[in-house]
């Protein structure tokens, strides 16, 4: 009897304690943030969840849940919740017209008098925060910087004797040389379009400079995306694929499943234009190959008065959704995965470009790549992020089919002006 009392005892003590449990302030105070990113790199998905787990550490009544998306999948993604109103609370940005769709929509949080408070603000690059200003209001904060530059296998450049190219034409006798050697010039691997859309923009900005494609998207008078460097653009374009430059069945290779990457690792391939990130990237998958890149600018076009150091650029920022249960740890969030200690975390582990001033950056390349893009005479975002959304990716869609030769400079120029009648006048 004493035995069925006691038992009875406890378990009434438990019962009671779990109700208490139950309705007491922190149970019912806990609060949940969901936040999206694309960093599906293991190196950069750690960083972003160390800096997660700092903000659990100060935050423990908020649960974070970070999901992990490819890129492309990630664009289509976020623009089925933003349509639906159930975006995720943070999500990873670029800025430029994709984020600005969603401003207009007013589905990103305003941080301008957060980023005046305790001078958040002032510890970016400021060329960074313009990615994400549109008109008095800054809608994102970022992380990373990037520069768009050609990277090259240093030991086959030192067994034939090449130098890195400065001017088109040294490019495509370069190009022709490599194919002497039974090296596949230029690694590309074209399928998802971004990476072809590279050359586009550096040749129409060699070209015209960037004055012809802020003039064309502005509507200025006399200026379209049917002008004339734009059009020459696309030419300069497939005179590179009639040399030759690119590996075989390019237009249908996969670069997000590393069949670019692969070319360069194998020594198949000797050049590859592509982000700062590039470098880290190869240490991290192939380190014996990453301690041979070395890396140059685009070159410049003879004849062109256009100023060749301007670059193709972007960044990595993050923004917080409007809709948010919870906006302060929302901003609290937002400020832990882009502070100083995860711009260095970042920039140690992945190699890549902060945003953050006065990151140490303790690699040689590295901080050659940030000083290059600091004193570039103009950073152009990508086109398919500054644009519009449709008009973006009509970009990318027609940048491929000029590579792929199914339509000719002229004809992929009138169907963007065309586009860009209908979105922007």
């Known amino acids: 009897m004493k035995v069925r009392k006691i038992t009875w005892a406890v378990t009434t003590l438990l019962v009671v304690g ?29 960083v972003i969840e160390r800096a997660v787990e700092r903000f659990r550490a100060d935050y423990p009544d908020v649960d974070v849940t970070i999901t992990v998306t490819d890129n492309d999948t990630y664009k289509t993604k976020l623009q089925v919740a933003m349509a639906a109103g159930t975006p995720p609370d943070v999500f990873n940005s670029w800025g430029g017209g994709w984020l600005e769709a969603y401003v207009d929509a007013g589905m990103v949080l305003p941080l301008t008098e957060a980023l005046a408070k305790d001078g958040w603000g002032d510890i970016y690059v400021p060329a960074s ?23 090259y296998n240093q030991q ?17 006798d370069l190009v022709a040389d490599m194919r002497s050697k039974g090296i596949i010039p230029i690694s590309l691997a074209n399928r ?15 070209v015209g400079g960037h004055e012809v494609f802020l003039n064309a998207y502005n509507r200025v008078p006399g200026y379209g995306f049917d ?40 020594g198949r391939a000797a050049m590859h234009l592509m982000g700062s990130w590039f470098p880290g990237q190869a240490r991290a998958e192939d380190p014996e190959f990453g301690q041979h ?8 076009i003879e004849g062109s008065s256009a100023d060749p150091t301007e670059v193709v650029a972007g960044g990595d920022l993050f923004s917080v959704a409007s809709t948010t249960k919870h906006p302060e740890e929302a901003l609290a969030l937002l400020r832990y995965i882009t502070d100083e200690q995860t711009a260095a975390d970042w920039t140690r582990a992945t190699g890549r470009l902060p945003a953050v001033i006065g990151t140490p950056i303790d690699d040689p390349m590295t901080a050659d790549l940030m000083a290059y893009l600091e004193n570039a005479g103009y950073m152009q975002l990508y086109y398919d992020q500054f644009l519009p959304p449709e008009l973006g990716e009509l970009h990318k ?26 979105l922007l006048d």
């Open 18 to 46: 779990i109700l208490v449990l139950a309705a007491s302030p922190v149970a019912a105070q806990r609060k949940s943030l969901e936040i999206w990113h694309i960093f599906t790199n293991e190196h950069e998905a750690a």
């Open 129 to 151: 925060l313009e990615l994400a200003k549109f008109g008095d209001d800054y809608y994102a904060v970022p992380l990373t910087l990037a520069v768009v530059v050609f990277f």
């Open 156 to 172: 086959l450049f030192d067994q034939y004797g090449w130098e890195p190219p400065e001017t088109w034409s040294e490019l495509l």
């Open 192 to 206: 998802t379009k971004w990476p072809g859309a590279f050359y586009f923009i550096y040749l129409a900005h060699r």
């Open 227 to 266: 002008h004339e460097a734009f059009v020459r653009a696309g030419e300069l374009i497939q005179e590179l694929v009639r040399a030759g430059a690119f590996p075989p069945g390019f237009n249908g290779l996969d670069h997000d499943v590393g069949q670019a990457s692969a070319l360069m690792y194998s």
């Open 293 to 300: 890149v070395g890396w140059f600018p685009f070159p410049r």
């Open 397 to 422: 869609d027609t940048t491929q089919a000029i590579f792929g030769g199914t339509m000719t400079p002229l004809e992929a120029a009138r169907a963007m002006e065309a586009k860009a009648k209908e």
